[in-house]
């Protein structure tokens, strides 16, 4: 699976969009971006996964540049609920698939 | 949405004794089930893989004969933390695979498990 690259932290404030970037450089063509978060104590939560077309749902928006070596995770109203560390993950879609997950990045949201 | 389940979220065991902690995926049939250890402020490391009905594989490092793992069915599975020790508290957390389509499987995890060994 392609590594990934996250920026250590971020924040922003309540109410704003957190864009929340990250590189894949190396992603294969068979290769999906998915984003989960882990807020603190809490086992991680899936948020959503793209493979070239820009994704929505009810939590986020995930951008794909159309080379595919970078994507944008986007939270459009942020709230402090959403202060967690977010988890950028490449990986094929198949079954033998090991998830394992880089340092991500520690998004705080604040007031 | 597909939902996995840990018992025990949490639990304080004395140094020398051993620890079950059970994962299972509540409506849905797991193909593979994966263990992973979270120090405070570390990400989660992988500990070992799980399919049902055949031994686990352990990631380099992590001991199999001090983390047993057990998977019974397609909706369970166990690690048993033998003989702890203090070195051992951590957050466990168990993820489950789920096969959504011909081509894709998804991955769900539970809400974890805090041990902590006296």
């Known amino acids: 699976d392609a590594k990934t690259t996250q920026p250590t932290s971020m924040d922003c404030a309540e109410g704003r969009a957190a864009n929340l970037p990250c590189n894949h450089s190396?992603?294969?063509?068979?290769?999906?971006v998915y984003w989960y978060r882990q807020i603190h104590s809490q086992g991680p939560q899936y948020i959503i996964h793209?493979?070239?077309n820009n994704e929505t749902n009810e939590m986020a928006s995930l951008i794909i540049t159309e080379d595919r070596k970078s994507s944008t995770l986007i939270l459009p109203h942020a709230t402090l609920r959403d202060t967690a560390v977010y988890y950028c993950?490449?990986?094929?879609?198949?079954?033998?698939?090991?998830?394992?997950f880089g340092r991500g990045t520690s998004l705080i949201v604040h007031p | 949405g597909a939902v996995v389940s840990q018992h025990p979220s949490w639990v304080i065991c004395k140094s020398g004794t051993s620890v079950k902690i059970e994962c299972r995926s509540l409506?849905?049939?797991?193909?593979?089930m994966f263990w992973y250890r979270q120090f405070p402020k570390q990400s989660l490391m992988l500990m070992a893989t799980?399919?049902?009905?055949?031994?686990?594989?352990?990631e380099q490092g992590v001991e199999k004969d001090k983390f047993l793992i057990n998977h019974a069915s397609l909706t369970l599975s166990t690690l048993t933390v033998t003989s702890a020790h203090p070195e051992d508290s951590s957050f466990y957390i168990c993820?489950?695979?789920?096969?959504?389509?011909?081509?894709?499987?998804?991955?769900?995890f539970g809400p974890g498990t805090r041990l902590t060994v006296t």
């Open positions: 993820s489950a695979t789920r096969r959504g389509s011909a081509t894709s499987y998804e991955q769900y």
């Open positions: 190396t992603i294969s063509g068979n290769e999906y």
């Open positions: 793209g493979l070239k």
């Open positions: 993950i490449v990986r094929a879609s198949g079954g033998s698939y090991i998830p394992t």
């Open positions: 409506d849905f049939q797991a193909t593979t």
């Open positions: 799980s399919n049902e009905g055949s031994k686990a594989t352990y």
